[in-house]
Nanobody
Framework: QVRLVEFGGGLVQPGGSLRLSCAAS????????MGWYRQAPGKERELVAS???????TYADSVKGRFTISGDNAKNRVYLQMNSLEPEDTAVYSC?????????WGQGTQVTVSS
């Protein structure tokens, strides 16, 4: 069973930065889409950012200009650089790798933005 493991969450002050990383536990067929989602308490899970195999990116309006998604298809890794963090960014962040053969999710990592 393939697992996705996220790293890099934690507590940061408003205006600070964090970099999330996600790696697959074993080699998998190159994903068609890599993405990051988040879920805050009492809210539904939402897409934060995604990137297709050909490099097209999508961002939630609330994070445009502050977050950057990047990835390494060959190594099945995806990253999320988060700058100028705001308290509203507090949530559990999960990575997702999918293709027409699979749809894998990480267990999530907590990001808390607070002074």
């Amino acid at each position: 069973q393939v697992r996705l493991v996220e790293f890099g969450g934690g507590l940061v002050q408003p205006g600070g930065s964090l970099r999330l990383s996600c790696a697959a536990s074993e080699s998998i067929f190159s994903p068609s889409t890599m993405g990051w989602y988040r879920q805050a308490p009492g809210k539904e899970r939402e897409l934060v950012a995604s990137m297709t195999r050909d490099g097209r990116t999508t961002y939630a309006d609330s994070v445009k200009g502050r977050f950057t998604i990047s990835g390494d298809n060959a190594k099945n890794r995806v990253y999320l650089q988060m700058n100028s963090l705001e308290p509203e960014d507090t949530a559990v962040y999960s990575c997702n790798l999918r293709s027409n053969r699979y749809n894998y999710w990480g267990q999530g990592t907590q990001v808390t933005v607070s002074s």
